[in-house]
């Protein structure tokens, strides 16, 4: 027998609008034994609902969980209403409001006459209710069609679950057509795809398929269409595609041919309906288009308004430099000069050339042009980067507060929307982003949404760096299309004398291996080995670096499978880093074992605890038996997991170089082998490289580094904003 609680809906906490609740249940009978001291009490629910009300009785189905602030709380999976079966339950319900003009008293004399089988009477015999004294025709009506009704949703949510929907879903779904649910999906189920959130294609698919929809039936290869461009767009990142792009993979996804006429006639379809965008021979989803349309707009628009004036600009910067002992280059001092000049500006350059030091600088400028204190300052400007462990280096480098851009946009997680928007718009001034070659077109667009078109824009970043993750590389294509202020920072600074770890990272820039740097100086080693050998090489390393502040010491490996990679590599480290010991608890979830004193990353955002994907954390407590918890120390942000977020982190002894971007540490190792294939291209190794402050060690083979610098053909990504840029947008 599945677990469950039974009692009354008491408070509703918050509702999404696709139906997720949290709310206030009160216990009145369970089969759970740990529940046993809530009966009479309440407990926070949370699942999705069509519509709860405080008069009826519940069963709800599901789990306890633990959150980590709210405590205890019982997650439904599933649930029903338990109905009216006693007089008095049966006058409850028919006078909690449900129906109009049925009041306490009509609803006694309709339970007197009618009894226990009152509410089937309504629903298969309604004239019946003629014959009881003081009902009328209108009352008859309205407690037969509200009866229908509330019967109904009830019978469409059974009708989706049979289908193949879960009962989340299908509640999910009915909350968003109401009564037009069926019909919704006998015309075409394949737009749930768009109108309810995390419905995926291959789901709907499945479910159509059993429906009998044929396999090449229009909505089908409608919805195929728009599914193959979203996927090739996250995997490689692009923002565009050519009709034989997109055509190629039809049949994989149909399992039937279709001829090259139909195709074509289905995509004129899509364009006429605005789902895809057709312009100069290339196909985009509408959304994209849009996105790059909007960034190429704001950033010629505040490119040419007129620039901001002062004339003791260079009095101030003399002043900044005896501020913080410093004296800047000239390539720094127009950049610094520029951030107040400009409405827009793109400041660039590899590692070393001082982009923290500008950045401070600018700050600075702010202060004492503005003549603001701290507080009006961080009223005032926006200090963004795209991952926590990058805006945790802003805040440390500036003394002011700096987020994700995630979390300035305060993003929702539930139905990953952003509270910051079009409609919502923030009040600051000025935004700057650091790293901002790791954000992607969607994300930059939801950030210009989200600020006012007089914002001033201030982007740092290094555009060699790997893209974003996402689709699209806004910065490499602002910097390449020549047409916006970009200040270029090339004067090296974090090079000292018998260093070659950035003099690597320049030459790995420029498409050159030059062997002779490595193993002369102490900062940069290279262990040429077999691939057999790596992980020993690594491991006997390690072991030198035992005592090391686990920020400072990290391996970066660019795949996860395979002998030498990150999952095996985090599996040897630990026995090195954090042994086995009788004192220290442990816990296993799925294939890894997890210690107290581990090191771990963050593989999601969590904006509600303040840890963010690529953050980097240790395992201060572990709880066993019963009640499992753990609990991370991110710098400080103590964060408490349990059972139904335990996938949310992995060891972190060794992590993906996509993992590192955004961080800095002062000794890293990267194995380096043919084996991993596809994933040795260049600005890869160049993002790893440039993540090493002190030293560096490469282990493995040198045609494997050399088959990387070499490989550049990953990074081309099909993008516009370049193209808008130059030649305007007609469209």
Known sequence: MENYIKGKYRKNIFTSEDGYTVGIFKVLETDIAELVDYIGRTITCTGYFHELNEIETYIFYGTVVTHSKYGN????EKYEISKPVEKDAIIDFLSSGIFKGIGEKKAKKIAKVLGKDTLQIILEQPSNLLLIPSITKKDVDVLHNGLLEYESSYETI??????????????????????????????????????????????????????????????????????????????????YFKYEDIYRYIY???????????????LNSLEKNLKI????????????????????????????????????????????????NISYNDSQK??????????????????????????KAIIELYKMVNKSKKSQIEEDVALLAPTGRAAKRMSEATLFKASTIHRFLKWNKENDTFLINEYNKSTVKLVIVDESSMIDTYLFSNLLKGISVNTKIILIGDYD???????????????????????????????????????????????????DICNVCEDLT?????????????????????????????????????????????????????????????????????????????????????????????????????????????DGNLVKYTPSNFTNFKLAYAISIHKSQGSEFDIVIIPIEKRFNRMLYRRLIYTAVTRCKKKLYLIGEYDAM?????????????????????NGINK
Do not use: W
Not at 73 to 76: A, E, L, R, S
């Open 334 to 359: 127009e950049a610094i000069k520029d951030s107040f000049i400009k409405n827009f500006l793109v400041i660039t350059g590899g590692p070393g050339t001082g982009k923290t030091t500008i950045l």
């Open 277 to 324: 965008i057709e312009y100069s021979g290339n196909y985009y989803i509408r959304e994209m288009f849009d996105a790059e349309k909007l960034i190429v707009s704001r950033f010629n628009l505040l490119s040419h308004q007129e620039d901001n004036k002062n004339d003791k600009l260079n009095e101030i910067i003399k002043q900044i430099e005896s501020n913080f």
């Open 465 to 515: 760096q790997l893209p974003s993750v996402g689709p699209g590389q806004v910065l490499y294509d602002i910097i390449t299309s020549k047409t916006l202020k970009v200040d270029y920072l090339n004067k090296l600074y974090r090079q000292k004398e018998g260093s070659n770890i950035i003099e690597l990272a320049y030459n790995i820039r420029e498409g050159v291996f030059l062997k």
């Open 252 to 266: 994989r996804v149909l399992g039937v041919n279709i001829s090259d006429t139909k195709f074509l006639e289905r």
């Open 526 to 634: 290279f262990i040429e080995c077999k691939s057999n050998m790596i992980l020993e090489n690594i491991c006997e390393i390690a072991m030198t670096y035992k005592d090391v502040n686990y920020r400072d010491f990290q391996i970066l490996a660019p795949m996860y499978k395979t002998i030498n990679g990150i999952d095996n590599i985090n599996q040897k480290l630990q026995s090195i880093f954090n042994p086995d010991a009788t004192e220290k608890k442990s816990l296993k979830i799925g294939d890894f074992i997890y210690r107290e004193d581990d090191k771990v990353i963050q593989l999601t955002n969590q904006p509600d605890d303040n840890i963010y994907n690529g953050d980097i954390g240790i395992i201060q407590k572990i709880i066993t038996g019963s009640k499992k918890e753990i609990y991370i120390d991110f």
């Open 158 to 239: 059974l009708y989706l679950n049979k289908i193949g929907f879960s009962t989340k879903d299908s509640v999910k779904i009915y909350n968003k057509y109401h009564k037009e649910t069926i019909s919704k999906i006998e015309d075409n189920i394949y737009t749930l795809i768009d109108d309810i959130q995390n419905m995926s294609f291959k789901k709907i698919d499945y479910i159509a398929q059993k429906l009998n929809i044929s396999k090449d039936a229009d909505i089908r290869i409608d919805a195929s269409i728009i599914y193959i461009m979203k996927e090739l767009s996250n995997t490689y990142g692009h923002c």
């Open 73 to 76: 709380q019982f997650q439904v």
């Open 706 to 726: 050399q088959l990387a610098i070499d490989n550049i053909s990953v990074d081309i990504r099909n993008t516009t904003i370049q193209d808008f840029l130059k």
